[in-house]
DNA sequence: CACAGTTACATCGAATATTGATATAAATGC
DNA sequence: GCATTTATATCAATATTCGATGTAACTGTG
């Protein structure tokens, strides 16, 4: 059964951000930070503070593994804990400005990055370019809701 | 829409692929395999048969830790090791049947949730969209010719 | 307010992954 | 041939992750 005609090819749609993320994703990995680790400090940039409990919703970790990860990077001085007031069981986290410049260097790491790509491109493929984010925050958008929706479980 | 310079914001656009990724990235991980198992079997599915060294220039991982995770990968029946016919020391690695079926699987649990979003999206936004994969597929074109160059240092 | 049940986080031990240093075996160059 | 380089394997040390379980704080019911 063909679908619309509307020619949208999902399956290389999704192949085309599989490769494109293969080399968006792989910077040198700057201070010997795991995956894991950056993947709590992107969500602790994008999100404000959060407890830990909300971030195993979001990373792929169980709360034990969580907790050690917190502890290493309060070490390291990337991440502040301080008791909830609202909750006496719980820990807000939150970015220090040494954890949040490491975001952000790894942002500017990645526009530098595309910033060169986009020069070989023709004046054609960058306009069409220009129109993509907005789609793609309207896509995050929707997953993000979807999400909300299915933790009313 | 006129083509302005201005027209194309960098930092949105990275911001917007980053934020969406997180979404896209994150499946329900079938198997119990790690994200650098799952990257492996990726870069064998794309590029086809491959040496360990090769693959430690894509992967980040180090030699030692890319032989006992195809060891691993072996056992499993995801991938399958031959020596390399044009050189004796060199091991061939090879996706089997069901090492591709898993990079398959994959591939399509994003094909679904990505078609659960696009079903929110208008018109144009639809439209918008069809012409990012081909702008995306240059983009990966254009950063694999651009990495081939550094190796010539 | 007492108390049972639940929730948030910490701790411990086992299993697994990753790394650096180094060994072995095959290929290459002179 | 012999020295050098290359491809992979092995080993010991460290790091990561998980399951099970503990402790303290919150919640709701009566």
Redo the contacts with the bound molecule.
């Keep these: 059964m063909a679908p619309s005609p509307e020619a949208l090819d999902l399956g290389a749609l999704v192949t085309a951000i599989e490769d494109f993320n293969t080399h968006f994703i792989r910077l040198p990995?700057v201070r010997?930070?795991?995956?894991?680790?950056l993947s709590v400090l992107h969500t602790l940039a994008r999100r404000g503070p959060?407890?830990?409990?909300?971030?195993?919703a979001t990373e792929?970790?169980?709360?034990?593994?969580?907790?050690?990860?917190?502890?290493?990077l309060e070490r390291d001085g990337l991440v502040s804990?301080r008791p909830?007031p609202?909750?006496?069981?719980?820990?807000?986290?939150t970015l220090t400005e040494e954890g949040a410049q490491i975001v952000r260097s790894r942002h500017a790491e990645r526009v530098t990055r595309v910033a060169r790509l986009v020069e070989h491109l023709d004046d054609d493929e960058r306009a069409a370019l220009a129109g993509y984010a907005a789609v793609l925050t309207r896509l995050t958008e929707i997953a993000a809701r979807l999400d909300d929706q299915k933790l009313d479980d």
Tied chains: 1, 2.
Aim: hydrophobic letters at 40%; zero cysteines; aromatic letters at 2%.
């Design positions: 990995s010997r930070l795991s995956f894991s680790t959060m407890r830990l409990t909300d971030l195993t792929q970790l169980k709360q034990p593994a969580l907790t050690s990860l917190v502890a290493k804990r909830d609202r909750d006496g069981r719980a820990v807000l986290l």
